[in-house]
C-alpha cells in the first residue's frame, strides 16, 4: 500500500517540509510528563481538551442541534464528559451515551480522570428527569437489552451532531461489538460527526483503519496532528482537522517541536 503524506497548507513545516505531527506513543508520554514532571494535572488537561472541543462545536452547530455525545471508558470520554458539561452550561441539548462495563451500583467503570467529569455530570442533573443527560450502555448487554440499541439507533436517525468520544491513542485493536455496529449507524446516519482526538477506528500512526471506523466531518486533536494524518488515506475518516490546545506546557511541546526539526513555536 503506497502511502502519500500530505503538506497541509499553513501548517508549520518540520524536516523536509512535512507538517509537526506527534505519534501515539510520543503525545501519551507528552501527557504522562506534563502531569509527572511539570504538575498539570490530567483532570486540567482533561478540561483543557474538553472545553475547546465545546467551544468549536459550538460555532460549528450555532443553530443549536442536538448534540449525541458517545462516550467510551477511557480519557477520550473522559473529554466527551466534560465536552457534555460545556454545552449544556450554554443551553446546547445534549445526550450522552456512555459504553462501559458497570459496577454492583450500576456507576460505570472508567479511567480516573473520567470518573471524576462523570461524577460531576451526574450531579449536575441529579433529581432533573427531564434533562435525562447519560444513558449507560453496558457493552455486555448490549445484545440481550435491544430496547437500549433500537433507542441509540433511533436517536441517530433523527438530526443531531455525533460527538465520537469512544477511543483515542488507548485504542489498540479494531473495533468490534457493539462498537462496530454503532460505528455502522452513525456513519449511515449521515449527521455531521466531531471526532475527539481520533476518528475511533483510525490507526494514530499510519492513519489507516484497524476496522470499523467513525466517518467524521471534523476532527478536533490535541496538542498536535497525529503522525497518522499525514496519510492522504486518512482524510476521509478525519474530516477537517482542527488543533485543540490543552495547555500542556510550550517548553514541553518545543522539546518535540525541536525532535522533529521544527522552529520552537
Ligand atoms: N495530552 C493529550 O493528548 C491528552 C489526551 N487526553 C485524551 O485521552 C485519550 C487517551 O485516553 P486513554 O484512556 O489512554 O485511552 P482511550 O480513551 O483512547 O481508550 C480507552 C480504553 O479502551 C480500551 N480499548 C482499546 N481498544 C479497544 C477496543 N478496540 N475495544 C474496546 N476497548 C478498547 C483500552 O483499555 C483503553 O485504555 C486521548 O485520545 C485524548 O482523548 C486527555 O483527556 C487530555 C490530555
Ligand atoms: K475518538
Known sequence: MTRTFLKRKGARRGRGGAMFTLSRDEVRELDRRAINEFGVPGVVL???????????????????????I???????????????RHLDNHGWPVEVWVFADLQN????VLSPDAAVNFAILRQTHRGNAHARL????????????????????????????VVDALFGTGLSRALATPYD??????????????????????DCDT??????????????????????????ASKPWTGEVHVIDIGAPRVLVDEYRRKAGERPA
Not at 135 to 160: C, I, M, N, V
Not at 185 to 202: C, E, F, K, T, W
Open 70 to 84: 458517545l462516550c467510551g471508558p477511557g480519557n477520550n470520554g473522559g473529554d466527551g464528559f466534560v465536552i457534555a
Open 207 to 232: 492513519g489507516e483503519l484497524l476496522g470499523p471506523t467513525v466517518k467524521a466531518t471534523h476532527t478536533a486533536t490535541f496538542v498536535a496532528h497525529k503522525r497518522g494524518f499525514l496519510n492522504t
Open 105 to 108: 451500583d450500576l456507576t460505570p
Open 134 to 161: 447519560v444513558r449507560l450502555a453496558h457493552p455486555r448487554s448490549w445484545g440481550t437489552h435491544p430496547q437500549l440499541r433500537d433507542y441509540l439507533f433511533d436517536e441517530l436517525k433523527t438530526p443531531a451532531w
Open 181 to 202: 455496529e454503532v460505528v455502522a449507524q452513525v456513519n449511515a446516519s449521515r449527521n455531521p460527526v466531531l471526532a475527539i482526538d481520533i476518528p475511533s477506528g483510525l
Open 46 to 68: 482533561m478540561e483543557n481538551a474538553g472545553r475547546g472541543c465545546a467551544e468549536l462545536l459550538m460555532r460549528l452547530n450555532p443553530e443549536r442541534k442536538p448534540v449525541v
